[in-house]
């Protein structure tokens, strides 16, 4: 038997028009404030949305703390710079960063709480319009043309007008209720719920401990790892929850949060039951869960795994990375990761690496990979004053598994930025930018271009 949901139908209403703008960024993470910024820049007048109630987005609201390496493989060449670099030179003046040029995948851990301040600042420095706990509601659309967004917020539901539109939302929200075409990977990768906690240090052999006993504290088997937080050695980013749930879904999101929660507490409680003398201590849980994975907005390119991890040059390149495809697994523990140089790496807690190889040795392995700018624009070319910039862009499962990490994504949103003022100075949409002008813009405006 079908199950039909109940329906009502709502009263025709008027929304004020509450800001007008040239650029709409609908999204406040570092992808989407660095769009915002780079726009700024170019002489665009610029609005941001974000739901929380700070910018930073899984940096600040998740409390993921670890930046990777700006160079390439071998520690030579920097591909990364623009206003990753800038944010972090920002930090080092407030002593809030903690720097390992030897560990490439955690060269940098941050005090995210400066962070939030730090973007605050960046945002009024550059004159954007900015718009905290406010939610997008859905696009406005007119004569088959994106023409606003509507939101909702302390003064009600309103209206934000503008020229074009950045959908930095992560679970690409503004292109699906666009009606645009998105899919999911088959395993959608888990999220995590990270907490700040004291003396974790204390305690011996944690990931065995907690491969004995988790089971007890009806915990998943996971991967575990952690970060330190500047001029604070007693407290660790602890990362070791793992919830396996669709959120792009408000109901899974909702389990999710409670569930990320419970873990902590459980992971907690495991540890002072089994090294009493440690006093692990919760400080911090974040505003919310840690999300890898949702929607992918299906777009003019999919960027395809082997391909650019083994040194695809797109012509219409406009970021670079380095991190190694990193798939959480959704139906058993642990982490695979496949780097540049072929090889394969299957993590577990307390249990040995397997390694082996996803493909055979170049003569010459790759330094890094690069993400085209034609991932971003969304197939169809319905709303050409549209673009996506974040981890919803178009990519298959080992492609999104090492480009969705933040350094790479901030590229993405920079390039989406400068995209929109070539867009609106040449009475253009986003595909009809050329790829070389866009390059040499980006790198005008500090970025590095390879």
Same mark, same amino acid.
């Given at each position: 038997?079908?199950?039909?949901?109940?329906?009502?139908?709502?009263?025709?209403?008027?929304?004020?028009?509450?800001?007008?703008?040239?650029?709409?960024?609908?999204?406040?993470?570092?992808?989407?404030?660095?769009?915002?910024?780079?726009?700024?820049?170019?002489?665009?007048?610029?609005?941001?949305?974000?739901?929380?109630?700070?910018?930073?987005?899984?940096?600040?609201?998740?409390?993921?703390?670890?930046?990777?390496?700006?160079?390439?493989?071998?520690?030579?060449?920097?591909?990364?710079?623009?206003?990753?670099?800038?944010?972090?030179?920002?930090?080092?003046?407030?002593?809030?960063?903690?720097?390992?040029?030897?560990?490439?995948?955690?060269?940098?851990?941050?005090?995210?709480?400066?962070?939030?301040?730090?973007?605050?600042?960046?945002?009024?420095?550059?004159?954007?319009?900015?718009?905290?706990?406010?939610?997008?509601?859905?696009?406005?659309?007119?004569?088959?043309?994106?023409?606003?967004?509507?939101?909702?917020?302390?003064?009600?539901?309103?209206?934000?007008?503008?020229?074009?539109?950045?959908?930095?939302?992560?679970?690409?929200?503004?292109?699906?209720?666009?009606?645009?075409?998105?899919?999911?990977?088959?395993?959608?990768?888990?999220?995590?719920?990270?907490? @700040? +906690? $004291?003396?974790?240090?204390?305690?011996?052999?944690? #990931?065995?401990?907690?491969?004995?006993?988790? /089971? %007890?504290?009806?915990?998943?088997?996971?991967?575990?790892?952690?970060?330190?937080?500047?001029?604070?050695?007693?407290?660790?980013?602890?990362?070791?929850?793992?919830?396996?749930?669709?959120?792009?879904?408000?109901?899974?999101?909702?389990?999710?949060?409670?569930?990320?929660?419970?873990?902590?507490?459980?992971?907690?409680?495991?540890?002072?039951?089994?090294?009493?003398?440690?006093?692990?201590?919760?400080?911090?849980?974040?505003?919310?869960?840690?999300?890898?994975?949702?929607?992918?907005?299906?777009?003019?390119?999919?960027?395809?795994?082997?391909?650019?991890?083994?040194?695809?040059?797109?012509?219409?390149?406009?970021?670079?990375?380095?991190?190694?495809?990193?798939?959480?697994?959704?139906?058993?523990?642990?982490?695979?990761?496949?780097?540049?140089?072929?090889?394969? @790496? +299957? $993590?577990?807690?307390?249990?040995?690496?397997?390694? #082996?190889?996803?493909?055979?040795?170049?003569? /010459? %392995?790759?330094?890094?990979?690069?993400?085209?700018?034609?991932?971003?624009?969304?197939?169809?070319?319905?709303?050409?004053?549209?673009?996506?910039?974040?981890?919803?862009?178009?990519?298959?499962?080992?492609?999104?598994?090492?480009?969705?990490?933040?350094?790479?994504?901030?590229?993405?949103?920079?390039?989406?930025?400068?995209?929109?003022?070539?867009?609106?100075?040449?009475?253009?949409?986003?595909?009809?930018?050329?790829?070389?002008?866009?390059?040499?813009?980006?790198?005008?405006?500090?970025?590095?271009?390879?």
């Amino acid at each position: 038997m079908e199950h039909f949901s109940p329906t009502i139908t709502e009263e025709a209403r008027t929304s004020p028009v509450i800001y007008e703008a040239d650029l709409c960024v609908v999204g406040g993470s570092c992808t989407g404030v660095f769009a915002a910024i780079r726009a700024a820049r170019l002489g665009l007048r610029v609005v941001i949305v974000e739901g929380h109630n700070c910018f930073g987005g899984v940096a600040t609201n998740a409390m993921v703390n670890i930046w990777h390496s700006l160079h390439d493989t071998d520690g030579k060449q920097q591909i990364i710079a623009g206003l990753t670099e800038e944010v972090l030179q920002r930090l080092r003046k407030r002593n809030a960063l903690i720097e390992n040029p030897d560990r490439p995948s955690s060269a940098f851990m941050l005090n995210t709480e400066e962070l939030k301040i730090e973007l605050d600042e960046m945002i009024a420095e550059h004159t954007i319009k900015p718009f905290l706990h406010t939610l997008f509601v859905s696009p406005y659309v007119q004569n088959a043309e994106l023409k606003g967004v509507i939101v909702e917020n302390k003064d009600g539901r309103g209206v934000i007008l503008a020229k074009a539109f950045i959908d930095a939302t992560g679970d690409g929200d503004l292109a699906a209720r666009s009606n645009l075409e998105y899919c999911y990977d088959k395993h959608i990768q888990p999220g995590t719920t990270c907490a @700040k +906690i $004291s003396n974790l240090d204390k305690v011996e052999k944690f #990931s065995q401990l907690y491969r004995q006993h988790r /089971e %007890e504290y009806q915990l998943p088997e996971t991967f575990i790892w952690n970060g330190r937080i500047p001029g604070k050695d007693d407290v660790f980013m602890l990362a070791a929850t793992r919830i396996a749930l669709n959120m792009s879904s408000a109901e899974e999101l909702t389990t999710a949060e409670m569930e990320g929660r419970r873990q902590v507490r459980a992971i907690i409680d495991l540890a002072n039951k089994h090294c009493p003398d440690a006093n692990v201590t919760l400080l911090q849980l974040p505003s919310r869960i840690g999300v890898r994975e949702t929607r992918h907005i299906r777009c003019q390119k999919t960027l395809i795994g082997e391909k650019i991890m083994s040194g695809e040059r797109p012509p219409d390149a406009i970021a670079n990375g380095t991190y190694p495809s990193d798939l959480h697994h959704r139906d058993k523990s642990g982490i695979t990761f496949r780097y540049l140089d072929g090889s394969q @790496k +299957i $993590s577990r807690p307390a249990q040995e690496t397997e390694v #082996s190889r996803w493909r055979e040795a170049f003569a /010459e %392995e790759p330094k890094f990979y690069q993400i085209a700018y034609s991932a971003m624009l969304p197939a169809g070319n319905i709303y050409p004053n549209l673009i996506v910039a974040g981890r919803m862009i178009d990519a298959d499962e080992m492609a999104h598994a090492a480009i969705r990490v933040m350094v790479n994504m901030n590229q993405t949103g920079e390039a989406a930025g400068v995209a929109a003022y070539l867009a609106i100075h040449s009475n253009t949409g986003f595909a009809d930018v050329d790829a070389d002008t866009l390059r040499m813009t980006l790198k005008e405006g500090g970025s590095a271009i390879v």
